[in-house]
């Protein structure tokens, strides 16, 4: 009888056109709805974020924000549209990947903003 040797998975392509790095803690400010808004980043490229939160908004709904990459005085503004959206789950909240928030397209990022992010995730954030 032949033996086969067992089969490697093989990783899913990451559809991230961009390098991306985890901020532990930035808080992110937006005006929405005349209320300010407070987030925490995990992760950031030049084209999003993934913002940290127990009650993130709805998919489709833009907002400006605007903060500061940690360690410069490198200010992003722009508009950003919510793509995705994960609520906080009482049951799922132990599972290691999971994390409520939502995920952030940069609508109107300058590209001049863009290469500072770029540049910034390179450094290692």
């Known amino acids: 009888m032949e033996q086969r040797e067992p089969q490697k ?10 390098l991306r790095t985890h ?8 005006k929405y709805r005349s209320k300010a808004f407070f ?8 084209g999003g974020l993934f913002i940290s939160s127990i009650t ?11 903060f500061t990459l940690p360690g410069t005085d490198i200010i992003i503004n ?10 906080f789950d009482p049951q799922m909240h132990l599972k290691a990947n999971y994390e409520p928030g939502m995920g952030l397209k940069f609508l109107d990022l ?3 903003k863009k290469k500072q992010i770029d540049d910034w995730v390179k450094k290692g954030g």
Request: proline share 6%.
């Open 23 to 30: 901020m532990l803690v930035l808080k992110v400010h937006g």
């Open 110 to 112: 300058i590209e001049e």
């Open 78 to 87: 722009c508009t950003a549209e919510v793509m995705w959206s994960r609520r």
């Open 39 to 46: 987030g925490y980043a995990r992760n950031i490229s030049q």
């Open 56 to 66: 993130p908004k709805q998919v489709g709904e833009k907002f400006p924000i605007e």
């Open 9 to 18: 998975q093989i990783p899913k392509a990451d559809k991230r056109r961009s």
